[in-house]
């Protein structure tokens, strides 16, 4: 089964300094991979996806991703952190069942400190 | 307009009673879902509708019973609530025929079993 993993809990970042979010794969063939966002008491927002192409990706908001085949990893990416990126950061990969079904990483809580 | 819209937002409700959530998407998507993320914010699928039809149905007590009387609507029954139930579930939907793969979610439906 395809799956994902964030390995890390909590990401503690200054505003104003780079953000990145970890991101590591696993998939038979080629992975299509998601980017969400939680904000406190909301319903996950997309942000970015990789299907082909470039292997940097951008999104909403100013994030951006990069996909690495030989590192089998997608991690999220922001130049300069704001306050309000605080918020719990999902990756995701589609099974390729052919149901769409989403593979969802155990999230990651962002926190940027003022 | 709201794209994805469950009700009710929140629900408490006394072990052993049975409640309904409903959710409706007006994007014109041909699949929707519904999610359980529990308090560790783990998301997990539980059941998937393609053009009413079911395609995906995890392994999950069959007291939950999904209904889908058309495409645009999904709504999740619960017989017998037990407390292990209190989870926030979310619909979401996506349109598979065309590639769109990237779901679109609801708000999330709160639901706190007393």
């Known amino acids: 089964a395809q799956s994902v993993a964030q390995p890390e809990d909590q990401v503690n970042v200054a505003e104003g300094n780079p953000l990145t979010v970890k991101c590591t794969y696993s998939v038979s063939g080629n992975p299509y991979l998601f980017w969400y966002v939680q904000y406190p008491n909301r319903g996950l927002q997309f942000l970015l996806k990789?299907?082909?192409?470039?292997?940097l990706v951008k999104g909403s908001y100013g994030f951006e991703a990069e996909f690495n085949k030989s590192q089998t990893s997608f991690h999220l990416k922001k130049p300069s952190a704001l306050v309000s990126d605080s918020a719990l950061y999902f990756c995701?990969?589609?099974?390729?069942?052919?149901?769409?079904?989403?593979?969802f990483g155990k999230g990651n809580q962002v926190v940027v400190i003022p | 307009d709201t794209a994805v819209s469950q009700t009710p937002k929140y629900l408490v409700t006394q072990m052993g009673n049975d409640k309904s959530i409903k959710c409706e998407q007006n994007?014109?998507?041909?699949?929707m879902y519904w999610y359980k993320q529990d308090s560790k914010k783990f998301l997990k699928i539980m059941f998937s509708?393609?053009?009413?039809?079911?395609?995906i149905n995890e392994t999950v007590p069959n007291r939950f019973s999904p209904k889908s009387p058309d495409k645009a609507h999904l709504n999740l029954h619960i017989n017998s609530l037990e407390l292990g139930d209190s989870a926030v579930y979310f619909c979401?939907?996506?349109?598979?025929?065309?590639?769109?793969?990237?779901?679109?979610f609801g708000s999330g439906t709160r639901l706190t079993v007393v």
């Open positions: 509708y393609n053009n009413k039809e079911l395609i």
């Open positions: 995701a990969v589609r099974d390729t069942g052919g149901n769409n079904r989403l593979a």
């Open positions: 994007l014109g998507h041909d699949t």
């Open positions: 979401a939907s996506s349109q598979v025929s065309t590639g769109l793969y990237g779901y679109t």
């Open positions: 990789y299907i082909t192409g470039d292997n």
